[in-house]
């Protein structure tokens, strides 16, 4: 596979990746942040797989049950034909809580004639480390490690057990199933248990999209990027991650490999603004009693990241066994980022807390701690706005005054500002309003180059950085305002290249970025609708949707000239950006104004 060929099946505790050819690459249980017990992925030779092997007489197509996010792969041969389902459970309880156990069932459909398969299952536990043994028993196939941890995985099937695990040749004359998970049932399941879970999974999944927001333009691809996003969230905590896998590089051969199931307080803010957009109440909550339960003290500073049951540790080490994905190593778990100090991420927060505020005015729970949050932050910007720090693009070298980071010291006082009007708390007003147009001032001074003419990613430098584009998304200036738009022209001459963008050109910690950030892409393409280019703006869209992959799902980067995904995936960052974007796009434009008037 020359591409992140992958559909995402998962239930909000844990998620599988599923190649285009039904082979499971990458699944850790019992959650996101747990080890592999599929890991192939990340070493095609030993990190182990579940799979399926068919004769070439089949042909495979993929797709997911319309707005459901259970996978199908359907294998065919005219004759014979049958699909596998793809699911982890996810429902309601009759207590109202969700079922949503360390597991995931794979229900064969049967179709039509008589085919057969192989079936190829190979857990490998704890991301391959030591040897994984695998035994049958009357009711299950038990598989276990004892290396340097001990783990296990259960199995549950109606095939026989054994020609499953001697790789044997299966008929598939009726239904049948796979389940596999990370407890031993206290019920051996049945077929049609199975598809009573399958059954109740749709049906839940269908629910959860008939209350997102529809859209007039772009509706699939923003309910498929929905849907997504709600797989990044994790109900124990309301916590949500960037991506579901580590050490997916940027550029193939390239060390630029991270481990991204961690919420940053940025990319998880940013989600929940826009699934607050679409009209998704709990996981706002859920990711607000998150934030709060990490403040548990007035005087404590808020890290950029934390792992997703709130730990604030996060070590970076090395799985230097695996070969990585495509052979680019190091295969990273943990994160050193954790310990940088960003600036950007107060305002980010705080504009959520606005956001919500405005979308759920009556309904909204911890008032006074968001209160307590607010006054917090503001302290927090107005003894530090004026320190350098590492910026979004989280620079490993030395600190600088990155405009990204002050604009958004400014929003956080700027939202600050508002959400103490919406709670009737007036008392401090003058004095912040006085620190943001202290901010302001500063930012319009220092960060404005007339060389570049253009507003830069830092403080005394000519270098463009496409974070600044969203100066006008957070308000800080006008879109029509001549030095945003010319910032924009500017960023699209400089940084863009058949049509993708880099995140900025200079050096950095590990040389010159090679592939595209699609995030960048995004806040490109809502600037050029900004500034009035509206055509322009819709092409590029269209065009850059065509680059998803065969499901509509996108990584973090796409290489510049194959346009092939790179990077951590499903990637928060970019579906976010896409639903913003569409959003945008699928308010009426002015040609279509004038269509509208003529016919």
Not at 334 to 363: C, E, P, R, S, V
Request: net charge negative; proline share 3%.
């Amino acid at each position: 596979m020359n591409n992140l060929d992958y559909g995402v099946i998962g239930n909000c505790r844990s998620a599988a990746l599923v190649s285009k050819n039904g082979s499971m690459d990458w699944c850790c249980l019992p959650q996101f942040d747990s080890p592999s017990v599929f890991g192939k992925l990340l070493d095609e030779k030993i990190g182990g797989s579940f799979g399926f092997e068919v004769d070439d007489s089949y042909q495979i197509q993929q797709y997911y049950i319309e707005n459901t996010v259970i996978l199908v792969t359907r294998f065919s041969n005219g004759l014979d034909t049958f699909e596998v389902r793809d699911f982890m459970p996810r429902y309601y309880n009759n207590n109202g809580s969700y079922n949503a156990p360390p597991e995931f069932i794979r229900y064969i459909k049967y179709i039509s004639g008589k085919p057969t398969i192989k079936a190829i299952y190979n857990p490998r536990l704890e991301y391959a480390k030591g040897e994984t043994k695998t035994y049958i028993k009357n009711d299950f196939v038990v598989s276990l490690t004892d290396n340097e941890a001990y783990d296990t995985l259960f199995m549950y099937t109606d095939f026989e057990k054994e020609k499953v695990i001697k790789g044997e040749e299966l008929e598939i004359k009726s239904d049948h199933f796979f389940l596999v998970g990370y407890h031993e049932k206290l019920f051996v399941p049945t077929l049609k248990m199975a598809f009573l879970e399958h059954e109740r999974t749709k049906v839940y999944w269908l629910n959860w999209l008939e209350r997102t927001t529809s859209y007039k333009k772009y509706n699939k691809q923003i309910a498929r990027s929905a849907m997504t996003l709600k797989l990044l969230s994790y109900d124990k905590t309301g916590a949500i991650l960037a991506a579901i896998t580590t050490s997916l590089p940027e550029t193939i051969g390239e060390v630029r490999n991270w481990d991204y199931r961690f919420c940053w307080i940025r990319d998880a803010s940013m989600v929940i603004k826009v699934m607050s957009t679409l009209g998704h109440k709990n996981i706002a909550k859920r990711y607000l009693k998150f934030i709060i339960d990490l403040i548990p003290d007035k005087d404590e500073k808020l890290q950029i990241m934390y792992g997703i049951n709130g730990e604030k540790k996060l070590t970076e080490t090395f799985l230097d066994h695996l070969s990585g994905y495509k052979d680019s190593s190091p295969v990273r778990i943990g994160n050193a980022a954790y310990m940088q100090k960003q600036n950007d991420i107060y305002g980010i927060l705080m504009d959520m807390i606005h956001q919500l505020l405005l979308n759920f005015n009556n309904d909204i729970e911890n008032g006074e701690a968001l209160w307590n949050i607010t006054k917090g932050i503001v302290w927090t910007v107005d003894k530090h706005w004026q320190e350098p720090d590492k910026g979004i693009w989280e620079f490993r070298s030395e600190d600088q005054h990155f405009t990204f980071s002050k604009v958004l010291c400014w929003t956080a006082v700027d939202k600050a500002i508002k959400v103490a009007k919406l709670l009737g708390k007036t008392s401090k007003l003058a004095r912040w309003q006085l620190l943001e147009e202290t901010i302001k001032a500063d930012i319009m001074e220092n960060a404005w180059s007339d060389t570049a003419q253009a507003f830069t990613q830092a403080y005394g430098t000519d270098d463009l950085d496409a974070s600044v584009l969203l100066m006008e998304s957070y308000g800080f200036i006008d879109a029509k305002h001549p030095k945003f738009v010319s910032t924009v022209k500017a960023i699209g001459r400089e940084l863009s290249y058949e049509g993708l963008l880099y995140r900025y050109k200079n050096q950095d910690d590990f040389g010159l970025p090679s592939s595209s950030f699609t995030i960048c892409t995004f806040w490109y393409i809502n600037s050029l609708y900004k500034i009035g280019e509206e055509k322009k703006a819709v092409d590029h869209f269209e065009k850059l949707l065509s680059y998803s992959n065969h499901l509509g799902l996108f990584s973090e980067d796409l290489d510049f000239k194959t346009k092939r995904l790179l990077g951590n995936f499903p990637q928060a960052y970019s579906h976010l950006a896409l639903i913003e974007t569409a959003i945008n796009l699928s308010k009426t434009t002015k040609d279509e104004k004038i269509k509208d008037v003529l016919f």
